[in-house]
């Protein structure tokens, strides 16, 4: 690989101060360090470093994300074949196709929209770039229906990096986590293709549709029937809606693909896992209290927990979205609380706000605006403690 | 006795132990008082080029404190005072003797050992002042060395090494226990409260520790910075306050203090190892304070670029080829500097990498040591948090919180979140760990000497 150090070295005069391509000198740095780990030797402190990076950090994160990516590229295609002709072969390598068709695109546009602003804001801040963008271009896609018009893909992405995040000083200084930012912004600005409530399956040659309704709008509908026994009826149990070949966004269906994500990230270190506990308890709790007070049982309020778990967005936001180590809390205390709270706001928006089928979004984001307030009292509690001592 | 264990710390994987057995170094010819040794003082000179001075003259005393002096090691002649001119002043760096070989001393009333602990607290204080070996010790809160208008609460020990490729502070006692124990004795009459002698809670430990008299005992067991004695301070009686001044020496500064009341002398002999993958000769060598490292690694050295480290791989300073082993520092570590890049290597599966978060495979593998350099691997980033910093301090703190107070200079959040507790040297490993590659030591010590000049 010499020689393409050596290109490099060649060429960096030119990206250098006074060179012709100063401006781009962001980008050059993004792709040698993308390229090599720099031969930079410590200067201060520690005469020797863990051999983690930021670069490896995130990149963790997109490993744990790859169950989610195949087997949403697998479904997308499934659902896509069931749909538009039931009685078509499914063969695995038919949704793969299939799928990868509808879904690459939408990652594909996702990553070069936010890239280029991502570019855009190094150059003006002579910053280098943050590998930060590598997650939310990936982790914006995966909250997306595969029907999504890729210029509302553009346009989202473009949100989450330019509002959710450059406008507080890039990666590190954000409040909201930029994917749900942008998540959030498509679901209000154009609520017609991911909010309505029979959407969610694939479009055929942009025209035809064929959809079909969400697990948690199964549920929040009113027919007699007990609650359990509609969702479990409308999308083969509670097995299939865990394994997740339903209707739904690319990369949230499948619950048993966040759940190998959730290990890796724990396994790994790299996600908290006091944040997903948190969210765990705190949606068990309010579903068992909604569960027990709720004498109708075929209303939304009575479905249990383990259904809430598989449905919808929530394993997804869950193990990917709570836990983003820039915008949830940060003490150990903090994680608890903000992951708890996260769990009791998506189920009670989830049950006791007709408008929204879907709360874990909305939770996730109320937390992040939260998370610094929460830090601060747990900050606050440890200095009183630690003033007190002195007084003693 | 009580005994602590301490579960989050982080052993670093370094290769390079030295062997310990212990011979003698080069003679020292030359030794070095080096100001930036003692943090806190601003130094006035007392001496000049060609002046002969014996072990124990003054060479300077601090600025604000003309009792507080700095002396010489050893006897000879002040062979080169160095300093550099920083703006309109001039920085005193080092004032360096030649030894003529006499070992000639100033003579303080030696005391035999059984007679310390009669010996009333203001003898001591006067000799320990007068001899400049005060330095001997160091403060809290602040890290600054121990000033002479201050008493300490308590005095702390740790007869610990737990930083990667320390020295074994039982092989460093070895033949000194009778002075370790004098040391122990004085300093029990120079505090207002205890001396606290930190021993390992696992293993065997040697006898002139476990018997150690006139002081309290602690055994710490867990990963490092288990040994580290600011650690162990949180952990037996922190530090409250900015008044609440404790002290700390280390185990070979003890003997030092032992002799110089025994023999009533100033005896800075004490033992250097030498560690790390760039030594070859990697063993215990006798020294004095102060010696050139050449004296204890003498050309033995692995051809290569290398770094020259007095002290540890996470605490130690940069000293390079010709310099002097810092005062404090019983080892120095030598470790090849970083000159290679390496082909996408935030990709590689990472089979021998160190790493304390497992993304790369070779922390699943049994543990190994790898040949560590100093490359930083990976550009700088805003910090951001990470369960990092928690996993690796032993204290009940918000690390995260308090560097970042730090950063912006917040005096009342700093002083909230411990900053009084710590020095670089409990936060050298949030630092090694940190994934933003943030400098974590400097912000500490920048905050503290901001702290300590506002008020």
Known sequence: ?392 | MARFTLKQGYDVPIAGDSNPEVVDGALATVASVRPADFIGIKPRLLVRDGDSVLAGTPLFHAKDDESQVFTSPISGTVSEVSGVVRGDRRVLLAVNIESDGKNEAVSFEPTSAAAIPGKSSEQLRETLVKSGQLALFRERPFGHVARAKHTPRDIFVSAIASAPLAPDPAVLVEGNEEYFQAGIDACAKLTLGAVHLSVPGTGSVCSAFSGAKNCQIHEFSGPHPAGVVGVQIHHIAPVRSRQDIVWTITVQGLIQLGKLFVLGRVSPEKIVSVAGTSALDRRYFRTINGAPLQNVIRGQVADETIRYISGDVLTGTDIGAEGFVGLYDDMVTLIPESIDSEFVGWMQPGFRKHSMFRTYVSPWLPKQKHRLDTKVWGGHRALFASDAYGKVLPMKMFPLFLVKSCMIQDIDEMVGLGIYEVTEEEMALCEYVCPSKTPVQKIIREGLEFLYAEA
């Not at chain 1, 990206?15 to 201060?44: H, I, N, Q």
């Not at chain 1, 709570?322 to 994680?335: E, H, L, R």
């Not at chain 1, 992040?368 to 200095?383: K, T």
């Open chain 1, 1 to 392: 690989m010499r020689f393409i150090q050596d290109a490099f070295d060649k060429a960096r005069p030119l990206f250098e101060k006074g060179g012709k391509l100063e401006l781009l000198y962001p980008l050059f740095e993004a792709k040698e360090t993308f390229l090599f780990v720099s031969r930079e030797r410590t200067a201060s402190g520690c005469h020797v470093r863990d051999s983690i990076d930021s670069k490896r950090y995130m990149a963790s994160v997109i490993v744990a994300l790859m169950p989610c990516l195949l087997f949403g590229i697998y479904n997308a295609g499934y659902q896509y074949l069931t749909g538009i002709a039931p009685g078509q072969p499914t063969d695995i390598h038919r949704c793969l196709w299939e799928g990868a068709l509808r879904v690459m695109p939408i990652v594909i546009c996702s990553y070069a929209v936010g890239g280029i602003w991502e570019l855009v804001f190094s150059v003006v801040r002579k910053h280098e770039i943050n590998e930060g963008f590598l997650v939310t271009g990936l982790l914006f896609p995966l909250v997306l229906p595969p029907t999504i018009p890729l210029w509302q893909v553009a346009v989202g992405i473009s949100f989450g990096v330019v509002i959710g995040k450059e406008v507080f000083g890039g990666t590190g200084m954000n409040i909201f986590n930029p994917a749900l930012t942008a998540r959030a912004f498509l679901f209000f600005a154009y609520p017609a293709q991911i909010s309505g409530d029979q959407v969610w399956r694939v479009v055929k040659d942009g025209v035809d549709g064929v959809s079909g309704a969400t697990p948690l709008l199964v549920a929040a509908a009113q027919d007699g029937v007990q609650v359990v026994d509609r969702v479990s009826g409308a999308f083969g149990g509670w097995s299939n809606l865990f394994l997740g070949l339903i209707p739904g966004s690319i990369g949230e269906t499948s619950t048993l693909c966040c759940l190998l994500g959730a290990v890796y990230l724990v396994a790994t270190g790299i996600g908290s896992w006091r944040t997903m506990l948190g969210v765990l308890i705190g949606a068990f709790i309010t579903c068992f209290l909604l569960n027990q007070a709720c004498k109708d049982n075929t209303a939304i309020n009575a479905l249990p927990f383990c259904y809430h778990l598989v449905s919808g967005g929530f394993a997804f936001g869950l193990v990917f979205m709570a836990t983003d180590p820039v915008s949830a809390a940060q003490s150990n205390t903090g994680k608890w609380i903000y992951g708890f709270l996260i769990g009791f706001l998506a189920i009670v928006i989830r049950t006791l706000n007709p408008a929204f089928p879907e709360g874990m979004m909305l939770a996730i984001l109320f937390m992040n605006a939260f998370a610094p307030l929460i830090d601060y009292f747990v900050i606050s509690r440890h200095m009183a403690w630690r003033m007190k001592r002195v007084e003693a």
